[in-house]
């Protein structure tokens, strides 16, 4: 998005955040009467018109991303929609969705739970950063890359499944997840990870389980003081 680009529509409430973002930068606004609990913005895309959520306008500790708004797909998080709301326990994501922008849900501290719709491709910088609550999460089994300190300072992690497609994990990913005692890594030549993966992590108790075959006996974890390094039949 660029300031002033023609095919951004931003529905929400009129003196909200979105409105005066909106006009400061250019964007046409559309108001409504009654208008869901979420901000959002339409854009359009090579397959058309979608929606990405922009704020969250109640307090609740579920929160429901609908998959589609005014008969548009709800594909894209954007950043820092959700940040710092830490009175949500729960957030409930779309199978529409496809990405998870910048510091989405940083310092939500009272999540516990995440569960990534199937299609969720990317989970980019930041997005849980500083989400000590959190203990449980599912990543989705087409997630390509999770970038920059994504879920940094998760203090209540203690295990990861990565999916089978993951291409890339940026630097720090799981960085200062204190209590992170387990990662599954699949059987994926094309996976590359940034040496800082697990900084700030107690490296010394971590196992990291890998399908027998995979990648994982290289040297990238050779250079690692891990707990162990053991392999399952996939």
């Known amino acids: 998005w660029t300031e002033g680009e023609s095919n951004l529509l931003i529905t929400t409430m009129e003196g909200s955040y979105a409105d005066t973002f909106a006009q400061e930068h250019n964007i046409p606004v559309q108001y409504e009467d009654q208008i869901s609990e979420f901000e959002y ?11 990405a959520i922009t ?4 307090l609740a500790e579920t929160v429901r991303i609908p998959a589609y708004i005014e008969g548009l797909p709800v594909t894209i998080v954007s950043g820092g929609a959700f940040k710092d709301c830490t009175d949500i326990k729960k957030v409930v994501l779309p199978n529409t969705l ?3 922008k910048e510091e989405a849900f940083a310092g ?9 719709p199937e299609y969720v491709w990317g989970i980019q910088a930041r997005a849980f950063a500083g989400c000590t609550g959190l203990t449980n999460v599912v990543l989705s089994r087409t997630l390509l890359n999770i970038e920059e300190e994504a879920f940094a300072g998760c203090t209540g992690l203690t295990k990861i499944d990565l999916p089978e497609e993951i291409s890339w994990i940026n630097r720090r990913a799981f960085g200062d997840c204190i209590n ?6 699949p059987n994926n030549a094309n996976l590359n990870w940034d040496t800082s993966l697990f900084n700030g992590c107690d490296i010394e108790k971590l196992t990291v389980v890998f399908s027998r075959g995979g990648f994982c006996s290289g040297h990238q974890l050779g250079k690692m003081p891990l707990a162990s390094v053991t392999e399952k039949t996939p």
């Open 180 to 185: 992170l005692e387990e990662i599954y890594v």
């Open 98 to 100: 496809a990405e998870i």
């Open 41 to 51: 913005i339409r854009f359009t895309t090579e397959w058309g018109e979608e929606i």
């Open 55 to 58: 704020g969250y306008v109640t």
């Open 108 to 116: 939500c501290t009272g999540l516990t739970e995440l569960i990534l």
